[in-house]
């Protein structure tokens, strides 16, 4: 059996090699690292596959939510609505620009967004909504959708860790998420579920006037080469990496199919455990399990991690500290047991190795090891 890990990039890797390998030596034979024509190809193909306009591709998800939020205009003073469970980088750009981040309860099912809560934070000075489809299963876009057009907000949609995830409309039309709001954001980072072997990341938008500024702020606010019409940052996906990623692309639907049957397995070990509360399916959503994240009710979270490292079984909590509690954000407006959806889930959640190759006899390993810890 091969040792576990929590992704496994080598063993996807593998399966892969000879198309990655040419891919990548075509770009150091041709030296073009920067703007080269897999660039273009790779924007074009993802454009495809998205089913959208513009495919703006940055050399960051962090990037791409900062350009987002730059590209739209928000201006310091400008509150911006974000989750108070998620990856810190939604909350840091938007603290950053001088923006003031405005954070929300999660749904305690989901994880995502909680629309009413979002609809109680709306004030004079809102802008926008940034939505986070936190571990690969979207956040509820007809509602969120509906407030944003109610009090005229944009919507910036997370989607770092869901690309390929469709979502549902009440109408029974779908979209792939990233694409239903004014603009979405992805990161390539190699454990991302469409990951290159280095930094990287995309911006999506329906909208033509949008993608040009967007286009301007990733290359220093220029469209004519040395004329810079507006501020902007250096952020490009070097061609390497998009060689990378022209090549991965065509697999991204066979990559979510093989994480849904590791989730399945998952399921099916610990679907009717009473200290286990299994990934909740939203049913707009199809979920593309970033993560496989479990809420544990009465485990010692600690023991159970220190158990299954003994069996060389990695497990990650995603995430340890709320976001109002974070050493650089503690905020006045803010304080413990503000969110405690959040903070319950802070404490009591754990995600279990999830990638595209896990095998069986690893897979048997980890949920037998878990139930073991969990009935003794
Ligand atoms: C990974 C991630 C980001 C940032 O992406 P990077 O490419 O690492 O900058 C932002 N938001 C969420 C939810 C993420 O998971």
Do not use: W
Not at 10 to 30: F, L
Not at 199 to 217: M, P
Not at 327 to 352: N, Q
């Amino acid at each position: 059996m091969r040792k576990i890990s929590m992704v496994d990039l080598k063993a996807q890797y593998e399966k892969i090699k000879p198309g990655v390998d040419a891919a990548i030596n075509e770009v150091i034979s041709s030296t073009s690292f920067i703007n080269g024509p897999v660039v273009k190809e790779f924007q074009a193909d993802l454009e495809k596959y998205l089913g959208v306009k513009h495919v703006i591709p940055c050399g960051n998800g962090t990037d791409a939510l900062q350009v987002a939020m730059m590209a739209l205009g928000l201006k310091p003073g400008d509150e911006v609505i974000a989750p108070s469970f998620t990856f810190i980088a939604t909350a840091e750009v938007i603290a950053l620009l001088g923006l003031t981040p405005v954070l929300v309860e999660v749904d305690p099912h989901t994880f995502n967004i909680d629309p009413a809560a979002v609809e109680k934070a709306i004030t004079p000075k809102t802008r926008a909504i940034v939505p986070v489809h936190l571990f690969g299963q979207s956040a509820d876009m007809d509602a969120l959708m509906a407030i944003a057009e109610k009090h005229n907000l944009y919507i910036i949609e997370d989607a770092c860790q869901a690309i390929g995830a469709d979502y549902l409309f009440a109408d029974g039309s779908t979209k792939k998420v990233g694409t239903i709001g004014h603009v979405g954001c992805t990161s390539f980072f190699p454990s991302k579920n469409l990951g290159c072997y280095g930094d990287g990341g995309a911006i999506f938008t329906q909208d033509d006037e949008l993608a040009k500024k967007l286009r301007s702020v990733v290359n220093h606010g220029m469209t004519v080469r040395y004329y810079h019409d507006d501020i902007g940052v250096n952020s490009r996906l070097d061609s390497i990496q998009a060689a990378v990623l022209k090549v991965k692309l065509p697999h991204l639907d066979e990559y979510a199919a093989a994480r849904r049957k590791a989730a399945a397995a998952y399921d099916q070990a610990f679907g009717n455990h009473p200290k286990l509360q299994v990934p909740v399916r939203f049913d707009r959503s199809n979920h593309v399990f970033h993560q496989y994240t479990l809420l544990l009710n009465g485990v010692d979270r600690a023991g159970l991690i220190e158990f299954l490292n003994s069996r060389e079984i990695p497990a990650m909590v995603y995430y340890p500290v709320p976001i109002h509690l974070q050493k650089a954000y503690l905020d006045p407006r803010y304080k413990p047991g503000d969110f405690p959806v959040t903070e319950d889930l802070s404490k009591k959640v754990i995600s279990l190795p999830m990638h595209t190759e896990l095998e069986d006899e690893q897979l048997s390993l980890i949920t037998s090891s878990v139930l073991e810890y969990l009935n003794r």
